[in-house]
């Protein structure tokens, strides 16, 4: 069965152009013009993963997405974006996307993200999808409960929820994913390509500044005043969890 692509972009040139490809590369595409039809489309019938245009006249593509997370929906969404500042992008993860192609954008590129987003949401084995089978850092008792747990973080992989100390972390579904990978190899320098092949499923290139993004806005998130920051950069190389 083909996968249902919900598409919302009110330039219509590049919206008939996107579903087209889409099409052509095997997706059943709904095609909308404004964030108004998203949601009532997404309402009636549920998308495997949703595009976003970010800029859309009315209810904008940040908006719905918004609306969708605090509905409890955690269908995959891949915002496209002509906003290329780091502040703009955190806006989108914020929101809760799990993804972003700035514009101009290759088409090649939206069918990468959009597999790899895919490919996150079907456990292989029993093992969420980015996720190592096994790690040395994570004892076989709590894996077999759905909890793991490193410096002071929490994780019920199960119920998709996550604490440091009491307080509960209100994480993105790519945020969830990295801080898991991450808890899961404690203590242990995972190099960008690493995350990169284990999170997205490809390589952003020497360039990209994506994970460098996500790393910063979870800090946001965990760290807390007066306590010890818990992901750590090493430079050249790539990101560490551990309490110093």
Request: proline share 5%; aromatic share 6%; net charge negative.
């Amino acid at each position: 069965m083909p996968q249902n692509v919900l598409l919302a972009e009110d330039d219509r040139a590049i919206r008939h152009a996107l579903e087209r490809a889409l099409t052509l590369e095997g997706y059943a595409v709904t095609a909308v013009a404004d964030g108004v039809e998203a949601l009532a489309q997404a309402h009636r019938t549920p998308p495997d993963v949703l595009v976003l245009d970010v800029m859309m006249p009315g209810i904008d593509g940040l908006q719905v997405c918004r609306v969708l997370r605090a509905e409890g929906d955690r269908t995959p969404i891949l915002m496209l974006t002509a906003l290329v500042e780091t502040a703009d992008r955190i806006a989108g993860l914020d929101a809760g996307a799990d993804d972003y192609v700035v514009k101009p954008f290759d088409v090649e590129e939206v069918f990468a993200r959009l597999r790899a987003l895919l490919r996150r949401t079907v456990p292989v084995n029993g093992t969420p999808a980015g996720v190592p089978a096994s790690s040395p850092s994570v004892s076989a008792s709590k894996e077999a409960s759905g909890q793991i747990s490193a410096a002071g973080l929490r994780m019920d992989i199960q119920a998709r929820r996550a604490w440091r100390g009491q307080r509960e972390l209100e994480l993105t579904r790519t945020e969830f994913e990295l801080l898991e990978l991450l808890v899961r190899n404690a203590g242990i320098v995972l190099d960008h390509a690493t995350i990169y092949d284990r999170i997205w499923g490809y390589d952003f290139g020497p360039g990209s500044k994506n994970l460098a993004v996500y790393v910063g806005y979870l800090r946001r998130k965990l760290d807390e005043p007066g306590a010890p920051a818990l992901i750590h950069t090493v430079r050249g190389v790539g990101y560490v969890l551990r309490e110093d």
